[in-house]
């Protein structure tokens, strides 16, 4: 037996999503019909700390319209704080937050107050309704000052420091000892979002005669978070369903588990024996969804004289908001990818989480990598400046060399595994994004411009990506029954990934059909009830991995059953459109679904008279029984669990033009090298790409969260905070490598986050190369004109 | 106090009695079930909400239903003639011009009313995202918009500029 059709893995395949979303169809949480739903609007707290002296609700319950309005007093057993995810050692003082603030609020936008009514506009008025007297807290603002001085967040901890842990590689004290040159410098990301265009949104509806609960959520885990209220609420799996329909966008924001709305708008529902929802407004996201990036730096670089770094120490400090439910994941995640493509054998990186009075901050698309990879490129810069070497020819002397997977860097963890990294071809990736920017002839092209007053700038920085994280996914795979479709259920939600195409690309290719003939089913625990999410670039890795095994069992029953009806043997049959046919014999075939029908001895065939063509056919089994367990259905189902994860890679570029007078930054060019293994479809990944790197250009030179020294959030608005559009986002030069991991049947890594990394330390670098005449240092992302001018203006060369 | 409207969408006659102060986006997606119309910010930065009013894009979410009275609406439900994409529908899908779907309404919207304007179009890609300048997504980084849009003035037979 051999599949006779052409590969589909690989290829730019249109997306089965697009036309229903094109179309105005797309179903997104608010979208969902529930006319007779109750509507909820929170009381959120005006300022960033302070003590609650009078709350008083009774005006707002009396409103017209009003059907409930809850504080904590009203939650009984679910005012206790939200569940701490990952406890740890390093993480002595953990603190999260209640669904209602009880006695004391910790940022602007907490929720303090619920009111449900009978529509948005009504809860809204009922909540200017509610009495709320403060008394003003010092707020604790500067993440790295807090460490050791000021006012606590939480007066109970001794501290603000929630976390403090060090991960050491070989022998640092000893690599800094005897180092012929050593650089240390601070860097520092700032803090953003992920910001997507659909705000988050929950809606829950009580059955009232079967007493089961439907949660529509704009998660990016739907099973995760059924877990959770199965816990908190009581109810048992069955009658508890948590439905992701389509969701506009995650990038890690909506992976947060749980949100206090996402456990207050189910309780009410339940409680109230209604339909109740909650649609966040974009303010309410500025202000209540989390936020990340926040991290100073300090990293340091040991080497020998001609360039060899020995050794690496990175302190970092995280601002962390109010709370950490989800403990250490980002400052790991930050730590564990401080060492870039760099054979650096000598590692010690600290990190500690420190609270502010601010929202929290928790997984973002990058997650910590941006922020580490901003201080190690720059080091790395900065090495080079020192030693008088060119920065590519430094890059070039220490990456990670293709003999040397899987390289393993003992001491550091990603997802909880020992940081392997398993493939690809880092050298080449460098050589190939320095020839696509045409770095050999730059400077003379930089000079040139110089002379003519353009100031221009070329920024380089190095990357890796852990992707493929476990604990596993899996995937039923069924051809129906009379239709003859293939179904594919998985575990998993879509914010945008596309799985619908790729996911359909897998198991066509298994099963010789094209993309279109696949359906996926993600988003619904009623549907598939084993899994984790989509995030941490994971999805693909696990989730095709197990499409494949299913399709391949449902492939392997399909040719047992075809060689029955076709009394042909096993060995001499094809796969291929559809089909399965004698090798050699066209005619001799018989579709998937005729197969799914004859397997099925219940058949209708008065109603559909269409089935009854497979009785030309020998029977689909030798005995009336069922073989091996197989049942009378045409299914597989698989489950995949990586033993490691796989490490996606590649290599930045771009050169900018700044206008020393305006403090102006704008790309001319951005090149992209990148390498996440087999790509299963080359368009989408590129889409994915073109979207880190928007968000990754957003966090170089647009983007930050703007707080002022009482607390408040300056710029919780579209027209304050400058998501960059079309006009800002620099066209992407892609050019891919695809190095096969050999962790996975399908040789695949993940490329969700990757675009996301290299943006700020490439465009600080090219910023600062640009700027060489005035001596100026980057050393912050991100940067705006202001700032630039500033750092002009401050530099040895900026006065004159 | 309710207003009666009386407006046309999608070619239909659409006559309703409405709050004063109910937004003409939450009027489309709660009172008619057009829900294609997307809400990303309501204060009118995003672009989402972006539907053609009497042939112009508008932002939905900066409109009251009462002022839509007597006006001609057109939603992304109503683009597609049948079966057929419409041109800029279609360009979307050939360019992966979409990933998550919540911004594609209002960017379609925006760029059929920019393309019907006039007869040429400057394809330069300045050009062309400073046309798709008024609207955000967060997925895409815009490039395969930009593609998008070319690909959409070709098929409606706009000359260059
Ligand atoms: S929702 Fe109208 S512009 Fe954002
Ligand atoms: S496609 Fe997701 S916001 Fe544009």
């Not at chain 1, 209640?98 to 009978?118: C, H, K, R, S, Y």
């Not at chain 1, 001794?158 to 060090?166: E, F, H, I, Q, W």
């Not at chain 1, 120490?313 to 790991?332: M, S």
């Not at chain 1, 988003?523 to 991995?545: K, Q």
Request: proline share 6%; glycine share 10%.
């Amino acid at each position: 037996m051999t599949g006779a059709a052409g590969r589909v893995i690989g290829r730019s395949v249109a997306r089965n999503e697009d036309e229903r979303l094109l179309r105005g169809r797309g179903m997104y949480v608010d979208d969902v019909r529930a006319p007779d739903a109750l509507h909820v609007a929170f009381l959120r707290s005006p300022v960033a700390h302070a003590r609650i002296r009078v709350l008083d609700v009774s005006a707002a319950r009396a409103h017209p319209g009003v059907t409930a309005v809850w504080t904590h007093a009203d939650l009984g057993e679910h005012a206790e704080p939200l569940p701490l995810l990952f406890p740890h050692e390093h993480l002595p003082h953990p603190k999260t937050q209640q669904p209602l603030a009880v006695d004391e609020v910790d940022f602007v936008g907490q929720p303090i107050a619920m009111v449900i009514a009978e529509n948005r506009y009504t809860a809204e008025d009922a909540v200017e309704l509610i009495e709320l007297d403060l008394e003003d807290l010092p707020a604790v603002v500067d993440y790295e000052a807090a460490v050791d001085q000021g006012p606590l967040v939480h007066a109970d901890l001794p501290t603000n420091v929630a976390a403090d842990g060090t991960w050491t590689v070989g022998d640092p004290d000893r690599a800094f000892a005897e180092a012929e040159i050593v650089v240390r410098h601070r860097f520092v990301c700032e803090r953003s979002s992920s910001m997507p265009m659909e705000p988050r949104a929950v809606l829950a509806r009580l059955d009232p005669g079967t007493g089961s609960l439907t949660v529509w959520d704009t998660t990016q885990c739907v099973l995760p978070v059924r877990s959770a209220l199965v816990a908190k609420l009581g109810l048992p799996e069955d009658l508890l369903h948590v439905i992701a329909p389509d969701v506009g966008g995650g990038f890690g924001l909506k992976g947060y588990l749980l949100y206090p709305e996402e456990l207050l708008v189910p309780l009410a529902a339940l409680r109230l024996r209604a339909a109740v929802r909650w649609n966040e407004d974009r303010r309410e996201h500025f202000l209540a969804s989390n936020h990340q990036r926040g991290q100073a730096h300090t990293i340091e670089l040991a080497a020998t004289r001609d360039g060899v770094i020995t050794g690496l120490r990175d302190d970092f400090v995280q601002d962390q908001g109010a709370f950490i439910a989800y403990g250490l994941i980002t400052p790991w995640i930050a730590a564990s990818h401080v060492a870039g493509s760099y054979r650096i054998p000598n590692v010690s990186v600290r990190y500690r989480c420190v609270y502010t009075n601010k929202v929290s901050v928790s997984p973002m698309r990058g997650v910590g990598r941006p922020q580490s990879s901003f201080a190690l490129e720059r080091a790395v810069d900065l090495l080079a400046h020192e030693l008088g070497l060119d920065r590519a020819e430094l890059r070039r002397r220490n990456l990670v060399q293709p003999e040397d997977f899987p390289y393993a860097r003992e001491g550091l963890f990603f997802a909880g595994y020992p940081v392997v990294l398993d493939s690809g071809d880092y050298p080449k990736a460098l050589e190939l994004a320095l020839d696509a920017i045409g770095y050999d002839g730059f400077a003379a092209e930089q000079a040139l411009e110089r002379e003519r007053g353009r100031y221009l700038g070329l920024g380089l920085a190095c990357y890796v990506e852990g992707t493929g994280e476990g604990p596993y996914e899996g995937a039923r795979v069924y051809v129906q029954p009379t239709s003859g479709k293939v179904q594919v259920t998985t575990g998993l939600t879509t914010q945008g990934q596309s799985h619908a195409t790729t996911f359909a690309q897998i198991a066509a290719d298994v099963l010789g059909l094209e993309p279109d003939q696949v359906q996926i089913e993600e988003g619904n625990t009623a549907a598939f009830g084993f899994g984790a999410g989509t995030f941490g670039s994971r999805a693909i890795v696990n989730c095709a991995n197990a499409i494949s095994l299913a399709a391949l069992e449902v492939r392997d029953k399909a040719l047992r059953y075809a060689a029955n009806m076709l009394e042909a043997a096993a060995e001499d049959l094809e796969v291929g459109g559809g089909m399965i046919h004698v090798r050699g014999v066209p005619e001799r075939s018989v579709s998937l679904r005729e197969i799914a029908i004859a397997v099925n001895p219940i058949r209708y065939t008065t109603l559909d008279p269409s089935t009854a063509g497979v009785e030309r056919f020998a029977p689909a089994r030798t005995w009336s029984g069922f073989e091996r367990g197989d049942g009378p259905l045409l299914e597989g189902s698989a489950f995949w669990a990586p033993s490691s994860t796989t490490w996606s890679n590649g290599v930045h570029a771009a050169i900018v033009e700044v206008d020393p007078g305006t403090g102006d930054v704008r790309y001319l060019r951005y090149v992209v090298v990148h390498d996440c293994g087999v790509m299963v479809n080359p368009a989408i990944v590129n889409g994915q790409i073109h979207g880190g790197v928007a968000q990754g250009v957003a966090n170089s030179f647009f983007e930050r969260m703007v707080y002022d020294e009482t607390g408040q959030h300056r710029n919780a608005s579209f027209l304050d905070f400058l998501m960059p559009y079309a006009t800002e986002v620099p066209s992407i030069e892609i050019h891919h490598l695809e190095t096969p991991s050999p962790l996975n049947p399908l040789g695949i890594k993940g490329a969700g986050e990757g675009g996301s990394i290299s943006p700020p330390a490439v465009t600080a670098a090219a910023i600062e190369d640009a700027l060489a005449p005035f001596g100026v240092h980057v050393d912050e992302a991100p940067l705006d004109p202001q700032r630039v001018r500033a750092l002009i203006a401050a530099a040895p060369g900026g006065a004159a | 106090m309710k207003h009666a409207v009386t407006l046309t969408v999608n070619g239909e006659r659409v006559e309703r009695e409405v709050e004063p102060r109910l937004l003409l986006s939450d009027f489309l997606r709660h009172e008619l079930g057009l829900t294609g119309t997307h809400v990303g910010c309501e204060h009118g930065v995003c672009g989402c909400c972006t539907i053609l009013v009497d042939g112009a894009a508008a932002r939905s979410c900066l409109m009251l239903a009462v002022q839509a009275d007597g006006v001609e609406l057109r939603t992304i439900e109503g683009l597609a003639e049948g079966e057929e994409l419409h041109p800029v529908q279609a360009a979307f899908r050939e360019a992966h011009g979409l990933q998550c779907g919540f911004c594609t309404p209002g960017f379609v919207l925006a760029i059929t009313a920019f393309l019907e304007e006039s007869e040429t179009v400057d394809l330069s890609d300045g050009a062309i995202r400073e046309a798709i300048a008024g609207n955000l997504c967060r997925c895409t980084g815009y490039q395969n918009i930009v593609e998008a849009v070319r690909i959409a003035a070709r098929a409606m037979g706009k000359a260059s500029a």
